[in-house]
């Protein structure tokens, strides 16, 4: 059965990607014409954090029911979620050659932070792997995750505010939505949201899939 | 819970840590040790930076080998008795605040000897201890939970490493600001900030760390 959000998604994205590189935008100082990475950058790190954070919901979920295909999914969501961290780093190492001129900086919290939650992704694997029995791998890995998330919670979403940072909308810097946003890019901006969490989404239902078709063959 | 309960637990604790007094001897030597490996490299240290960021590198490799054992000795009997005669929360509890207690005498220690052999670079030596008391508090809220997770994860020392570094990190970057206006001496007020959310830091890590214990101890 084809499900039409899959088509939706991948139409949107389309759209955003032809749309995205030919629409008016405002021609801002440094910025210029790479303010176009909005329509790809954020909506990749939302898409990442959105997987991110159903693969904790799952976790959760995991320790109240004990059910293995819960633990299945969170692993399958964090699976995606780090899949997309390199696309969004990519983008954003991109951008920021052209407006700061470096490919990465350790000044950034939020970089940092994307740095810290890869680590954090590959330890959760690390931990999965170590451990043989299935139960108990998934109460052990579901605590880590929990506890992981939130920690990066922190310091993706609290620390940035407190210091300086280079990233738009931190630190005195203009957010994007604040002041540059036109009612242009909106049209861009936000279906590209939609359209790559839906693609998260897509991927995320096929690996799950692929997964339990894998698990059934390997019991039989 | 019964408040007798936890200090029987505490004792345990301490018992257990002063009959063998060999690890704590060593944990002693271990700090020492890298002091002086980090003096004897470095010869002296004039930027602030540097002395911070090598204090706080020091410190987590010594939080991190110190708690890695809080949860080794528990072997699978003296797991089903605790299950049998404790709750989940005081066996949890008991060791955070022991691991607590242990961490910042060893904090103290550790900057004892930094200061000694490196050289203390300190202004404000009020600011720095708060952070010193508040970090290592949360250091071993987060760390005993990793303990407890690697100890059932077949008990691998290398992999209390992988899991709680990328952990501590928020926590680490957060200490390492702190520290850095102590010891650059600035008004309180601009630290008050970061004091703020060490403490909410602690309380976050503790709240966590006893509630998800309860999932781990049912084997």
Redesign the interface.
Known sequence: MIKWWKILSAFIILYTLVWGMLNPVPHLDILNETIRNVYFHVPIWFAMIFQMGLSVVYAIQQ?SKNNLQLDLKSNQAAQVGLFFSFPGLLTGSMWAKFTWGTWWTFQD?KL?GVA?AI??YL?YF??RS??DDEL?RA??S???N???F???F??IM??PR??DSLHPGNGGNPAFGKYDLDSNMRMVFYPAVIGWVLLSLWILDIKTRLAQLTQKYDEA | MSKQQLTQLLKKEFLLEFRQKSTLAGIAVYIISTVFISALSFKKIIQPTVWNSLFWTIFLFIAVNVSSKSFMQETKGKGLYNYLYYNPRQFIFSKIMYNMLLMAVLSLLTFFFYSWFVGSMVQDMGMFLLALLFSSTAFSG?LS?MSA?AS???N?MS?MA??S???L???L??SV?LSKNAIDGLAWSVSY??LL?LVM?NF?VIA??TI?FN??W??
């Open positions: 320790l919290p940092n810290i680590l954090i330890a690390i931990l170590s451990i108990k109460r052990i579901s605590v880590y929990i506890f992981a939130v920690m990066m922190v310091f609290i620390l407190l210091t | 987060v939970l997770i059932k994860a077949n691998n992999l992988i899991l570094f990328p952990v990190m928020p926590l970057m957060v600001k900030n970061y959310i830091l976050v966590l760390a998800l999932y781990l049912r084997e």
